[in-house]
């Protein structure tokens, strides 16, 4: 159902109080947008063009006005059954940048939790342009849309969008939109422009797969004369090269040198940084004749240039600490520096404060501390600041009360980072603690985000909490606290990313951004993304905020890493609920994605186990150590090793409340090397090479067998060591290939290279090759016909009689060995960058018979 009607509604700046917030940041690819950027953004007219069901009183028109306090002023599907969505149709091709979601007055059941955006010309053919979800609340939320093609070359011109409900908040609800708003620029003096640049790029992509199937079906004529008519390239002449070697020709010893000469160049380098990290964990059994006791809420800090880190405090289950630690790196040793730190003008015990390192001046600063609630007096609620000068090895308090100079009140599961360029120390969340009170049933007070400029030894508070007495005011910018959230800073994007944390009873799963240039504040848009090596059932696609979460970041890399461990349910410490694991994430800065590089469930552990592995971890199988689900622990960044530590904590044992950790972990992420990529790539050819060489000469075959394959073969890994035994049944199986091709049932193959193949096998393998090292050295069969399955396109077979018989086989069995080989160069080539290859789709993916 279509109608005519138009919109017309306000501006899309949104706000909560005074402080603006830009939902949905947008990857974008550096350099890869050629085109002038965005002066203008006009709000968009567009009608309701076709929509699945809606409810009666609840038209799709209704989300063309915005009435936020009339309850029937929005569309509502009939049922929530999927698929469910409402398409827009544009006045004319706009290229669409944001989109602007109107709310009810107050939060409703029907909001839509999750949702996705699609968009193109043809409202049958239409792309993702964003997947996110809208709050439970009555604010306004605006996302940016995505307006670029996927290789970033063009502008993305739009005429139908559509909008697809996922999930509403009331899960049994049906999906409700109250108000559309869409911005972008449609004045065909802009459009026309960018309508002819991506009409062009879909032109030369079709001539491309044109081109691709000519050459697979062996139409070389029609190749030759549509590419020399359209001086359009199917790829990059370096990737020809190799299709004539190895295609063409058979040379197997060329095509390797070939591969080894792109490696080298570091053609395959864009791939190999795509794919998960790899780690392992080390226990550090460290030769120090003393080192830090069992504890958890402690802190530990890098000096990455001298290769040091210091420890600080915590709580062994009976008392708060005060010793001071550092261990050496390179030495691999543990020296106490302080044992009672408050004996040398140092702070007094302390769990659950924070540290920070100041590479310049090379001091650390010290804040904020838990106290319980029976010493929680107005004597003992100061907020006291201290430093710790490691080349003078002398503490020296800076404040006594940080509240009383413009500082934050004493906070606990706060967060501290240091901008050391500006000289600016960020402090932000955390809860307050105030006097205790004859009545505990008092609200918690969550701390706002403060600034401290250590040149001038001067606070700022930059965001109050949105619940402060203040926040209402117009001048005052808020932000809602938390607490157990994680907090790092890009020094380079100059930027504050802040993840997760809790608010009573509420997870806060987003991932907000400050830039404290620009003083401004961003939600990024979640999105689905790669699972990392691990696809089971409980796969999340970002940790969980109802987790102990500990952050680092790389600023060189923009990478963030979050070790996600025991979730301490409802306060509870017991891990006997199946949720005790641990996992790794990174979130790229530049994909914008989430990927969870390992995740280990431990079955429900107690004393007993801990006791079996001396503190120090869950046996993970093979002998393999790694740290067991805990909390209160601490992990910190070596940013010049590369390498994580992470040291104690609490492993949530009921029956043993007072148990920590004293366990020292290293932790190394590593890529795929480009040897390791070379090894698997010589592996595929000389397997190749070798199926064919069995057909005609087994004693060959097994020689090559023996001295070749072998040598790219790592004969410690299992799987791989089984996969080359496998290889050797290859002589002992008939080859006659005119008998094969007179059999009932076989099926004559058109000299096909990928068409047909199950496409989405196909991309499952050629994601397995992720860990090329090899694992799963097989993850690219060349041995099953049903790999080299028949195209959509059929083929007359006529019966074969006589002489003919004779000259099919031998033509039939030309073209698998054809096939075979396309079959290979296709997987190759999708380790080299796309822009330098042939189309990944094929010609025959657009036809269906």
Same mark, same amino acid.
């Given at each position: ?192 422009a960018r309508m002819k640049s991506y009409n062009t790029l879909r032109e030369n992509e079709i ?84 080192? !830090?006791?069992?504890?958890?809420? *402690? =802190?530990?800090?890098? &000096?990455?240039? #001298? %290769?040091? @880190? $210091?420890?600080? /405090? +915590? ?92 500082? !934050?009140?004493?906070?606990?599961? *706060? =967060?501290?980072?240091? &901008?050391?360029? #500006? %000289?600016? @120390? $960020?402090?932000? /969340? +955390? ?21 401290y400029h250590i040149a001038t030894n001067t606070w700022t508070q930059i965001l109050v909490d ?63 993304? *790669? ?14 905020? +109802? ?303």
């Amino acid at each position: 159902m279509s109608t005519s009607t138009t919109t017309t509604s306000s501006p899309t700046d949104s706000s909560n109080g005074s402080l603006a917030i830009s939902y949905g940041a947008v990857p974008v690819v550096p350099g890869a947008n050629t085109q002038k950027p965005f002066t203008l953004s006009e709000r968009l007219n567009f009608e309701i063009y076709r929509y699945s069901s809606c409810s009666p009183n609840y038209l799709p028109e209704n989300v063309l006005v915005d009435c936020p306090n009339d309850q029937t002023s929005r569309w509502s599907a009939y049922t929530n059954s999927p698929p469910q969505f409402l398409t827009l149709k544009l006045r004319r091709p706009a290229i669409v940048q944001k989109i602007k979601f109107g709310k009810f007055e107050k939060s409703h059941v029907c909001n839509i939790k999750k949702f996705r955006v699609f968009g193109g010309l043809e409202d049958e053919h239409m792309v993702l342009l964003l997947e996110a979800g809208l709050k439970n609340d009555n604010i306004p939320e605006v996302f940016n849309l995505r307006c670029m093609t996927e290789d970033g070359a063009e502008n993305l011109p739009i005429l139908y969008l559509k909008i697809v409900p996922l999930l509403s908040w009331g899960p049994s609800f049906n999906f409700s939109i109250w108000y559309i708003e869409l911005h972008g620029q449609d004045d065909p003096m802009y459009t026309c422009a960018r309508m002819k640049s991506y009409n062009t790029l879909r032109e030369n992509e079709i001539i491309k797969l044109c081109l691709k199937h000519f050459r697979q079906q062996g139409y070389m004529k029609a190749f030759g004369a549509l590419q020399e008519q359209t001086n359009v390239r199917l790829e990059h002449p370096l990737i020809s090269e190799l299709h004539k070697y190895l295609v063409v020709q058979g040379d197997f010893e060329q095509a390797e040198r070939f591969i080894a000469k792109c490696i080298e160049d570091g053609l395959m380098d864009e791939y190999l940084n795509k794919q998960d990290y790899k780690h392992d964990w080390q226990m550090k059994y460290t030769q120090s004749e003393i080192k !830090p006791g069992n504890r958890g809420g *402690h =802190q530990l800090v890098v &000096d990455a240039k #001298k %290769r040091l @880190i $210091y420890l600080y /405090g +915590g709580w062994d289950g009976y008392q708060d600490l005060s010793d001071l630690w550092v261990y050496n790196i390179e030495l691999d040793e543990w020296t106490l520096l302080c044992e009672r730190s408050e004996l040398s003008n140092g702070p007094t015990p302390r769990s659950c404060h924070k540290l920070i390192f100041d590479p310049i001046s090379e001091n650390i600063f010290m804040l904020g501390r838990y106290l319980d609630n029976s010493i929680r007096t107005s004597d003992y609620i100061k907020s006291d600041f201290y430093l710790y000068d490691t080349r003078a090895r002398n503490w020296m308090q800076i404040c006594d009360d940080t509240s009383q100079v413009g500082g !934050p009140q004493l906070v606990y599961d *706060h =967060q501290m980072c240091i &901008d050391a360029d #500006k %000289r600016t @120390i $960020y402090v932000f /969340g +955390g809860k307050i603690l105030t006097p205790r009170s004859p009545t505990s049933s008092t609200e918690p007070e969550y701390s706002g985000l403060f600034s401290y400029h250590i040149a001038t030894n001067t606070w700022t508070q930059i965001l109050v909490d949105c619940h402060h007495a203040s926040a209402s005011q117009a001048d005052v910018m808020s932000i809602k606290s938390r607490i157990t959230h994680c907090m790092v800073f890009h020094n380079k994007q100059r930027k504050l990313y802040i993840y997760g944390g809790q608010r009573g009873k509420e997870d806060l799963d987003e991932l907000l951004t400050y830039d404290v240039d620009s003083q401004s504040i961003s939600l990024i848009n979640k999105e689905h993304s *790669h699972l990392g090596t691990n696809t089971s059932t409980e796969a999340k696609f970002e940790p969980s905020s +109802g987790y102990t979460l500990r952050a680092t970041i790389d600023c060189d890399r923009d990478e963030i890493y979050v070790f996600s461990s025991l979730n301490k349910v409802k306060d509870r410490r017991d891990v006997h609920h199946v949720d005790a694991s641990n996992s790794f994430w990174v979130y790229s800065l530049r994909t914008h994605k989430w990927s969870r590089i390992y995740y280990c469930r431990h079955n429900a552990q107690d004393v007993n186990s801990i006791n079996k592995a001396n503190f120090l971890g869950a046996s993970k199988g093979d002998d393999v150590l790694e740290p067991c689900p805990r909390y209160a622990h601490q992990l910190v960044y070596d940013e010049l090793a590369k390498t994580h530590y992470l040291f104690g904590g609490n492993p949530g044992i009921f029956q043993y409340q007072q148990l920590r950790l004293d366990d020292f972990w290293l932790l190394q992420l590593e890529k795929p090397k480009r040897d390791e990529i070379l090894k698997h790539c010589r592996y595929l050819v000389r397997k190749l090479r070798y199926e064919e060489m069995a057909r005609s000469d087994p004693i060959k075959a097994m020689e090559y067998l023996r001295h070749h394959i072998s040598d790219v073969i790592d004969h410690t890994d299992t799987e791989q060591l089984n996969n080359f035994h496998k290889l050797a049944s290859l002589l002992f199986k008939p080859h006659d290939n005119s008998q094969d091709s007179l059999s009932p049932r076989a099926t004559p193959e058109p000299c096909t290279e990928t068409e047909g193949f199950d496409t989405e096998a196909a991309s499952s393998k050629i994601e397995m090759t992720a860990n090329v090292g090899l694992g799963a050295a097989e993850n690219i069969s060349l041995e099953s016909n049903e790999s080299l399955a028949t195209s959509g396109i059929s083929e007359t077979v006529s019966s074969p009689s006589g002489s003919s018989c004779t000259k099919r086989a031998r033509t039939e069995a030309s073209c698998e060995l054809q096939n075979r080989r396309a079959y290979l160069f296709n997987k190759l080539v999708q380790l080299m960058p796309a822009s330098m290859v042939q189309p990944e789709r094929n010609l025959s993916d657009f036809v269906i018979i």
